[in-house]
């Protein structure tokens, strides 16, 4: 019977494998993250879920290294495994991270599919947007374009079903960022038309104009003033106009153009 662990063992339960795959001995690191799958890894779910969100990211590194197929797939049936949602969510996005690093763009964008509908099917929480935000953020590092807008657009969907307007205009203000992210304008600003038109729907001008500043500072960043000073238009508190203000101004700081002539 395998024997509970203690806080101190579980961190030596994923240390192990890792060290073991990091000096060198893929074998002994597979060996031991078999066993570490076989221990019961906590008292409650949100504790198990932890190691085992660990245990997959450290299966993947495992993939990453070896090439062999069948530790990314180990890797996403550990955290197809977890009871725990927000693990479950975190531990996809990290394997997916993995993935990036390893040029293995097609598993990368499954895993963060998978990432988006677990957070799809959860309850609204912080905790919820906060793993939304991370999928985002991954899928705005995959090399193919239309792929990685492919998930955005699916992070747009799960982050549309959002109750609460400060999880809403948060969500919908990171999808914008990882929009930017990507770095392709023409298809980058067509989509942020998208999420003009999710915004438009709020009822919270606060929110509202949280999601605005955020287009404004993506659109600027993407090359469009056009569409950043509509975008400016739309917003309909002052503060808000002031923070979209400042996110173009950053825009175009990073960008290394002159801005203030083109605002006034």
């Known amino acids: 019977m395998a024997q509970k662990t203690g806080n101190a063992d579980k961190t030596v339960l994923i240390s192990t494998p890792e ?14 993250l078999d066993r570490a799958r076989k221990e019961e890894t906590g008292e409650s779910a949100s504790q198990a879920g ?8 450290v299966t993947a590194e495992l993939g990453k290294a070896t090439r062999n197929p069948r530790f990314w797939e180990e890797a996403r ?8 949602v927000g693990s479950k969510a975190g531990a996809f996005s990290e394997i997916a991270t993995v993935a990036v690093e390893a040029g ?6 499954a895993f963060l599919k998978e990432g988006l509908g677990v957070v799809n099917q959860a309850q609204n929480s912080f905790t919820t947007v906060e793993h939304l935000k991370n999928l985002t953020r991954g899928a705005a590092t995959i090399s193919e374009p239309q792929k990685a807008f492919a998930l955005l657009e699916e992070a747009l969907r ?30 980058g600003l067509a989509f942020l038309e998208q999420i003009v038109q999710v915004a438009s729907r ?15 500072r993506a659109a600027s960043k993407l090359g469009s003033v056009r569409q ?15 923070m979209a203000l400042v996110g173009i101004l950053q825009g175009y700081a990073e960008r290394n153009e002159p801005a203030l002539a083109e605002l006034n």
């Open 19 to 32: 060290t073991a795959l990091y000096v060198g001995d893929p074998g002994k690191a597979a060996e031991l």
């Open 50 to 57: 932890t190691t085992l969100s660990e245990i997959a990211r």
């Open 77 to 84: 049936e550990t955290a197809e495994g977890i009871q725990d």
């Open 104 to 109: 293995e763009t097609d598993k990368a964008c």
């Open 158 to 187: 799960v982050a549309e079903r959002f109750k609460d307007s400060f999880d809403k205009s948060t969500a919908l203000s990171a999808v914008a960022q990882g929009t930017e992210a990507v770095r392709e304008p023409q298809q």
């Open 202 to 216: 709020m009822e919270d001008p606060n929110g509202q104009s949280r999601v605005f500043a955020a287009i404004a």
């Open 228 to 242: 950043a000073r509509r975008s400016v238009e739309l917003i309909g508190t002052d503060l808000g106009r002031a």
